[in-house]
């Protein structure tokens, strides 16, 4: 088993520490599932105690949840961030949470692994909708907005927030067709398609990517 490649240091803060973890409990879950991970398989991992790794999580479910919940605040940040730059107009706003949603330190493997790991466990199914459901809900209320306004430019009779519903799952399908088939899906095929339906449903407002 390969270690997490890290300087270990006897003094290191607990904020550290505790990214050494869930790191390590990323890594874990993406070579073993769930029910493989167990505290002292993260500790090898991260090259620590298991004393250590219990001290800072009580146990295995509590390192579980607090990895998804990292995972979940990086991915917020990461879409929200970019929802700020100045001078951004719906088209470009919608454009900006795709490409957070299909940005490397969002989407790859390792982190697909876990997201996923918790849609099908179901003794994990409940902490999913406990920590991700209002993270969740914001960005389709978002989308739904940003919808809302090329809607009424297009003068369509599209539902804004069933659009934005159909891309959360065009994300979704997307991100585990990479993780099962590596070889037949990209980021950057993925993003493709997504603007190839963006510009069918709105001609004046996106363009395909090719």
């Known amino acids: 088993m390969v270690e997490i490649k890290q300087k270990r240091s006897r003094t290191a803060s607990p904020e550290i520490r505790k990214k050494?973890?869930?790191?390590?409990?990323?890594?874990?879950?993406?070579?073993?599932?769930?029910?493989?991970?167990t505290m002292a398989s993260v500790a090898r991992l991260a090259g620590l105690s298991?004393?250590?790794?219990n001290f800072h999580f009580r146990s295995k479910d509590a390192l579980l949840e607090e990895t998804l919940r990292c995972l979940a605040i990086e991915h917020r940040e990461q879409w929200l961030t970019r929802l700020q730059a100045p001078d951004l107009d719906a088209p470009a706003?919608?454009?900006?949470?795709?490409?957070?949603?299909?940005?490397?330190?969002i989407c790859n493997r390792k982190k697909l692994a876990v997201w996923f790991a918790f849609f099908g466990e179901a003794a994990y199914r409940k902490s999913y909708r406990r920590i991700t459901t209002s993270i969740?809900?914001?960005?389709?209320?978002?989308?739904?907005?940003l919808f809302d306004e090329i809607i009424q430019d297009e003068e369509s009779a599209l539902d804004p927030k069933g659009v934005a519903r159909t891309l959360?799952?065009?994300?979704?399908?997307?991100?585990?067709?990479?993780?099962?088939?590596?070889?037949?899906?990209?980021?950057?095929m993925a993003k493709a398609q997504i603007f190839d339906y963006l510009h069918t449903s709105f001609p004046r407002h996106f363009a395909p990517l090719s």
């Open 168 to 188: 959360e799952s065009l994300f979704d399908g997307f991100w585990l067709n990479m993780l099962m088939y590596p070889d037949q899906f990209s980021r950057e």
């Open 93 to 105: 706003k919608i454009v900006a949470v795709i490409d957070a949603q299909f940005h490397t330190s």
């Open 136 to 145: 969740d809900a914001e960005r389709l209320d978002v989308l739904a907005d």
């Open 20 to 37: 050494q973890i869930i790191d390590a409990t990323i890594a874990s879950i993406g070579k073993h599932g769930i029910s493989g991970t």
């Open 50 to 53: 298991a004393g250590l790794a």
